[in-house]
């Protein structure tokens, strides 16, 4: 996601990278290790249970705006069961996650908590929260093990602990990388969000250039979603200061379901 210093006035919004080059899939042959460890962390992590995080109040209809239909799917053909997937994550299986806001400034934290609850409540799927952790999501680097979802906050490649996922003038970057299920249908063993470190937005979740609408949009991307042209909603690919209050609205709940809970489990 682009943007551009809110304070000073631009009128031309950025626009961002498409993301669709960043999302991996890996061969539909063998379950990787990641979805084997996401799985035995589910059954077997109760402490962590406590870490679930308390599911937000959707918000009330009436401020959900735009059209049900303003949303886009990451899809990918298996060759073996010789058809096209919807990219998800397993809805019944919770999905364990660190932050790493060492550089995220005042209350990073606690605004990915806040957008992992709105992602949570729009989707059902499940997140639990497990700690701060220093790992920076980088092209090439393996998932950290034991947490398939990582939200970080890193400088662009070049510099100290930099990650690749930062393009050029990009605020924020999500993606994930997908693997079989047992029955041979993909699924996402592991998502990441890196923020660039420094970027001017505003903290929370208000109206313009906000942390809490670039977390929305590449949590949306971790989870499945791609870029909608609809300036409605928190997937449109731009962010500006005349954007709305961050809402997942209309399309993007509706994406988000078709990549959530009521998708059903993956076999
Ligand atoms: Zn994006």
Redesign the pocket.
């Known amino acids: ?1 682009h943007t551009t210093n809110p304070l000073k006035t631009r009128k031309t919004p950025f626009s ?4 669709t080059k960043d999302p991996q899939v890996t061969a539909p042959t063998a379950l990787s290790t990641p979805s084997r460890r996401l799985l035995q962390l589910a059954t077997t992590a109760a402490a962590a249970s406590a870490a679930l995080l308390a599911v937000a109040s959707p918000a009330s209809a009436s401020t959900i705006v735009g059209s049900p239909t303003s949303y886009r799917l990451s899809t990918v053909q298996n060759p073996v069961l010789d058809r096209t997937e919807v990219v998800r994550w397993d809805p019944c299986t919770p999905i364990d996650f660190r932050i790493n806001a060492a550089l995220g400034g005042r209350q990073a934290k606690a605004d990915v908590l806040t957008a992992v609850a709105r992602l949570s409540a729009a989707s059902g799927l499940q997140f639990r929260y497990l700690g701060s952790t220093s790992y920076v999501p980088t092209a090439g680097r393996a998932p950290l093990a034991g947490s398939p979802l990582v939200i970080a906050w890193a400088p662009p490649a070049g510099r100290p602990s930099g990650s690749s996922r930062i393009g050029a003038g990009e605020v ?3 993606g994930w990388a997908a693997s079989t299920s047992p029955a041979g249908h993909y699924r996402i063993s592991s998502g990441y969000v890196v923020v660039r470190a420094g970027a001017p937005l505003a903290m929370g979740f208000g109206a313009g250039v906000t942390r809490g609408r670039v977390l929305m ?2 949590l ?2 971790a989870v499945g979603l ?2 909608v042209a609809d300036r409605t909603m928190v ?1 449109n ?1 731009t962010v500006t200061p005349s954007s709305p209050t961050a809402l997942y609205q209309a399309g993007d709940v509706a994406g988000l379901r078709r990549v959530g809970a009521p998708a059903g489990c993956i076999s």
Do not use: Q, S, T
């Open positions: 996601m961002d990278h498409p993301d924020g970057h999500g949009h590449e949306g991307h791609d870029h997937m690919a």
